[in-house]
């Protein structure tokens, strides 16, 4: 209360523009403590433009107690900007370039690291104002000086830096109408490349080395960073070093670190300049975090499997997804536990790898992708609808490009994730084919045929044509096991394909099918077999009904086999094998009349009437047949028939979308706290403190919680002002020599080395002192001015030295004086001088002892309560 007195504060400021080092100490000390409290932080928040002023002038001395003055200035600072000011005050301390010189005097005239960060608050709570934000960061380049504080060796500075980076970027969004703005000043600042050197230590960026809370808030912001589209191609531009700062990032184990680690990466993944991540850490993290299954977010699943998905979509990563990922990409299709959504993208991300990589194809089916695709597919919906668009005449152009499949056929989720399976398993049958060998036998054990099953009996046209190459793929390789193959349902897929009118691609798929058969009759095992089949010869029927040549003569091929096995040929013959020849024949196909003629020449004994012109004609033409094309009837079909002519490519990357990080910055202002109480004011020499580290160098308990000051410490009355004790250890005491005095001296004893005690921090109350039965009363706040009583009355003086051997009690002072012991011994000594001289007066011509004392003041000295100092400091002590 007595501070916010009219006329306090502005003594104070005048006091504080002076050069006397210790007066400006005890101002901005006094400034200090009233800016911890709100209704005096009000008072001087309103004289701001004037104080801040000031104080940054202040700090700009360079005497004995610089660093202090610095200290208390720094604390003002902090706490009058962290209270509410008018706007008019920060633009006129702008154009006055006070922010300016705050920012300089930071920079270069502070040498504690703790006042520097208590200035760095300072620029803190001045950036927390949103409407001159902008300002500071993009007119006064205020981040400038944030980083060049990042420099020095102080963790906790270094620390509220990263801090107001970090909130900077959380202003980064679109919606922000300065997001640009301060984009811009973050590239000009490199600030991308810094915040990156921070978290891998680089070598040429010096200051302190990141701790856990640092590492989290450098993640976080290169994460906000990360979704502008300028600034993520300057992360990008980082390349292993990146990759280096997000495994850093991610090993901290926190949610906020795992999900910033893997948003960068995603986002970095969605440009073109991000095959700079080939070959470093990067997809070996995303691999790692995809291992943790189910401990990990479910966000952080989407991003890492999003990544991968763009990641195989160029051409630079796919060996290294090979030979690292792919076990987890099939981890994930397997897992029963997540959405559908992730699935689609580990799907996409196995279409690209097994269409553009031809190794990551072994690869797929030894690492179980097919047991995975199987699991998937039990709990897949059937589908449904036409995807014809998505397929293109044969005989125009290929389409090219990364335009996705659900764009181009415009299929929902669904059936796009159907079609992409079947392009898989297809490449998958392509592989295991044309290898053989183990691995056709590996595709045959993980259950790719219930897969073929699966898929046929969906009616989606690309889906059947992509099942007729995979089974024609199956049972064409000559290492195979075709017994098995037909064994497994071979019959029941290929009729599937026959029942469902694909429009422009069916004769494809009937191509296809008509060479599995082919293939199958090329054995007399496996003939046996095929004819046995319950729905063989509808499959014989629908081929029968194609116009086109190349099916028809496989078909004629098919019968021609069998019927070189009597068994099979007894069948066919109870099943109407004879119509079946008269119905190829009658396409007017020469190359299948051809056959035809032959299957009959097979039969003679159940070969029509020749009587019929057209059973001799038929019979008749197997004299015009080619030789050459004869031969190849016991033979495999071994040719492959055009498919990336017909069908969209379907490389893309991932469908899933993050549009922020949803971090927010938190400008809460901060503040500075000082001492409890305010106590009296004492300088020690620089020797007695040591300012850094706030302890005194003379040992003692713990230091002031404000840093440089002396200890605190409870002093006994028993010990306080020991006057005897202080004169004892060799302060001057007054001199009575024996006889004939020849001088007396009356001296102040000597200062104690012991802080006055103040006032009493645990109570208000007011203390009551007595000395030789007169009271005075002591407040909580010490006075300075005060005048000493003179008495006038030399006859009282008079009366009382003859009436008896005592001098007048001495009035002790009616409240003691503020400031030292140095201040109450002056205080006696005046009144003492004041007294002889008034008894020198009143005695007259009374002999002297030389140096103008009379002796009978002398001779009754050693009555005196004065003389008794000893007396007098107990009594102050209680």
């Keep these: 209360r007595p501070v916010l007195s009219p006329g306090v504060l502005v003594s104070l400021l005048s006091l504080a523009r002076n050069t006397k080092t210790r007066r400006v100490l005890h101002c901005v000390r006094s400034l200090a403590n009233m800016s911890v409290h709100p209704k005096s932080k009000v008072a001087l928040n309103k004289e701001g433009r004037r104080i801040i002023p000031l104080l940054t002038v202040t700090m700009r001395t360079g005497c004995v107690e610089a660093e202090k003055v610095q200290h208390y200035c720094a604390l003002t600072l902090c706490n009058i900007m962290a209270a509410p000011m008018d706007k008019a005050v920060f633009t006129d301390l702008i154009k006055t370039g006070t922010i300016v010189d705050l920012v300089v005097v ?104 990141t701790n856990k809370p640092i590492r989290t808030l450098l993640g976080m912001a290169i994460a906000n960073m990360s979704f502008h589209k300028t600034l993520v191609i300057e992360l990008a531009q980082q390349q292993a070093a990146i990759a280096d700062a997000m495994v850093r990032v991610y090993a901290l184990g926190c949610e906020e670190g795992m999900f910033s680690a893997m948003v960068t990466l995603f986002n970095i993944s969605q440009i073109v300049e991000c095959n700079t991540l080939a070959g470093t850490k990067a997809v070996n993290l995303i691999v790692e975090a995809l291992e943790k299954g189910k401990d990990n977010p479910v966000l952080v699943t989407k991003l890492c499997i999003g990544t991968l998905c763009n990641f195989s979509n160029i051409p630079v990563f796919q060996e290294q997804l090979t030979d690292v990922a792919i076990p987890s990409i099939v981890g994930i299709i397997s897992a029963p536990h997540l959405h559908g959504s992730i699935k689609r993208d580990a799907i996409q991300t196995m279409y690209n790898l097994a269409n553009m990589y031809k190794r990551a194809k072994n690869v797929f089916i030894t690492n179980d992708a097919i047991v995975a695709l199987w699991k998937l597919l039990k709990v897949q919906g059937s589908g449904g609808g036409a995807a014809s668009s998505s397929v293109v005449d044969a005989s125009s152009s290929s389409v090219g490009g990364s335009e996705t499949l659900a764009d181009a056929s415009g299929t929902s989720d669904e059936e796009t994730t159907l079609l992409l399976i079947g392009h898989i398993v297809k490449a998958l049958c392509d592989e295991a084919g044309e290898s053989g060998g183990q691995l056709h036998k590996r595709a ?53 394909l026959t029942i469902y009118d694909t429009l422009n691609i069916h004769d494809t798929i009937l191509k296809n099918v008509s060479r599995s058969l ?32 190349d099916v028809l003569w496989q078909t004629a091929a098919v019968l021609y086999n069998l019927m070189m096995i009597d068994t ?50 038929l019979v008749l033409c197997l004299l015009e047949a080619d030789g050459d094309r004869f031969a190849q009837l016991g033979e495999k079909p071994t040719d492959v028939l055009p498919y990336n002519t017909m069908v969209l490519k379907c490389y893309a990357g991932s469908l899933f979308k993050h549009d922020s990080t949803g971090f927010s910055g938190a400008w809460n202002v901060l503040t500075c706290g000082v001492d409890a109480a305010f106590y009296p004011a004492m300088i ?195």
């Design 568 to 617: 099979c040929t007894k069948i066919l013959l109870e099943k109407g094998l004879i119509s079946y020849i008269f119905d190829l024949a009658a396409s007017n196909y020469d190359s299948v009349r051809h056959v035809c003629s032959a299957c009959l020449h097979l039969i003679p004994n159940n070969m029509p009437s020749m009587d019929d012109p057209v059973v001799l004609q």
């Design 444 to 496: 045959m054990t993980d259950g790719i045929m219930n897969i073929l099953l699966k898929l046929s009996k969906i009616e989606l046209p690309v889906l059947k044509l992509d099942m007729s190459f995979a089974m024609y793929s199956m049972v064409k390789s000559d290492s195979g096991d075709i017994i098995k193959v037909l064994k497994a349902d071979s019959v029941d897929i290929l009729f599937w």
């Design 518 to 549: 082919r293939c199958f009759s090329s054995s007399p095992e496996s003939c046996k077999l095929l004819v046995k089949q319950e729905r063989f010869f509808s499959v014989i029927k629908a081929l029968i009904k194609s116009k086109n040549e």
């Design 106 to 209: 930071t920079l270069l005239r502070i040498n504690s690291n703790v006042t520097k960060e208590m200035l760095g608050k300072t620029l803190f709570n001045i950036l927390s104002r949103p409407d001159i934000r902008e300002t500071l960061v993009v007119q006064l380049d205020l981040l400038a000086a944030i980083l060049e504080l990042c420099k020095v060796e102080f963790l906790n500075l270094l620390e509220l830096c990263i801090r107001i980076l970090f909130n900077i970027t959380c202003e980064l969004s679109p919606s922000i109408a300065h997001s640009e703005t301060y984009a811009k000043k973050l590239i000009a600042l490199k600030v991308p490349h810094i915040l990156v050197g921070r978290l891998v230590h680089n070598v040429k960026i010096s200051g302190s080395k």
């Design 684 to 878: 020690f020499e620089p020797d007695d403190v040591n300012i850094e580290i706030g302890t005194s160098t003379k040992g003692g308990e713990s230091g002031s919680p404000v840093n440089g000051f002396e200890n605190h410490e409870k002093i006994l009355s028993s010990t306080y002002n020991d006057f005897q004790r202080d004169v004892a250890a060799g302060a001057a005491s007054t001199m009575i020599g024996s006889g004939d005095i020849a001088g007396v001296t009356l001296a102040t004893p000597a200062l104690s080395s012991k802080a006055p005690p103040g006032y009493d921090s645990n109570a208000t109350r007011k203390s009551s002192y007595a000395v030789k039965g007169n009271e005075f009363s002591d407040s909580s706040n010490f006075l300075l001015d005060r005048s000493t009583d003179q008495l006038s009355d030399s006859k009282q003086f008079k009366t009382t030295s003859k009436s008896s051997n005592k001098l007048p009690l001495i009035q002790p002072p009616k409240s003691l004086p503020e400031n030292t012991l140095d201040a109450i011994n002056k205080s006696i000594a005046k009144q003492a001088k004041s007294h002889a001289q008034l008894l020198s007066s009143s005695l007259g011509e009374a002999p002297t002892t030389g140096k103008g004392l009379p002796v009978s003041v002398l001779k009754s000295a050693s009555e005196h309560p004065f003389v008794s100092l000893n007396q007098y400091g107990n009594n102050f002590g209680k």
